[in-house]
């Protein structure tokens, strides 16, 4: 079974792009979350989706949107690029949302360097 | 909130030898999951054990274990018989419904 797929692997943008990042979950997950991390850090939260709802938001400003389609498939947009959005960004699936105790299974993200 | 600790932001380890890496955690919750990731060069994270709050017996995983104690807020993650392959990033990292929040790493270089 293939795990958690996310394209692009790298991606080079200038400042003022917009960026497009996807996601695809494990087979039956329905929960899709993101993360940002940057170089010498741990991850932080970015949005969980569940059921094509968001579910929970981190930190982040109005530039960073997602969404989630009937199929579970995500995407993180982020507009109006700036340098310190350079980072790791990585996708997580799980088969529900509301337990604590259910582990997240993450892809091997999308490098996003902004020059 | 919810907030992770890691001291040890880089640890050596003699192959075959035992390691302990800690993680300190600090929330209002009595519901949470503590876990451990591995995160290698290439990026992905690799799960490698799970600890529920409620859980009375520490969980183990193979090599890995976790020394869970509860009143001290402490989580650590014990790797018995360390493997060059282990050479990584390690993070622990606390569970809510919604997110996991993440400490900030501890570097593992196995030695030959």
């Known amino acids: 079974d293939a795990g958690v797929t996310q394209s692009p692997t790298h991606l080079i943008k200038t400042r003022g792009q917009h960026v497009t990042l996807r996601c695809s979950p494990i087979s039956g997950h329905k929960s899709v979350s993101w993360y940002q991390q940057v170089l010498g850090q741990g991850p932080q939260f970015i949005f969980q989706?569940?059921?094509?709802?968001?579910?929970g938001r981190g930190n982040f400003p109005d530039r960073f949107s997602a969404r989630q389609f009937p199929n579970y498939s995500s995407e993180l947009n982020v507009n109006a690029l700036l340098l310190g959005d350079s980072a790791l960004y990585l996708c997580?699936?799980?088969?529900?949302?509301?337990?604590?105790?259910?582990?997240?299974?993450f892809g091997s993200g999308t490098q996003l360097s902004v020059l | 909130a919810q907030k992770i600790t890691q001291t040890q932001p880089g640890m050596f380890v003699q192959e075959k030898e035992a390691v302990t890496l800690d993680c300190t955690y600090d929330t209002s919750d009595q519901s949470y999951g503590l876990f451990w990731y591995k995160q290698p060069s290439s990026g992905e994270m690799i799960f490698l054990i799970y600890?529920?709050?409620?859980?009375?017996q520490n969980a183990t995983e193979g090599r890995y274990s976790l020394n869970f104690q509860k009143a001290r807020k402490s989580a650590n993650l014990v790797i018995s018989a360390s493997q060059l392959g282990d050479s990584a990033m390690y993070f622990c990292a606390m569970s809510s419904a919604r997110q996991l929040t993440f400490g900030s790493g501890t570097q593992l270089t196995v030695l030959p």
């Open positions: 600890q529920g709050s409620y859980d009375e």
């Open positions: 989706y569940y059921e094509k709802e968001e579910r």
């Open positions: 997580a699936s799980r088969l529900m949302f509301g337990t604590a105790n259910e582990k997240l299974f």
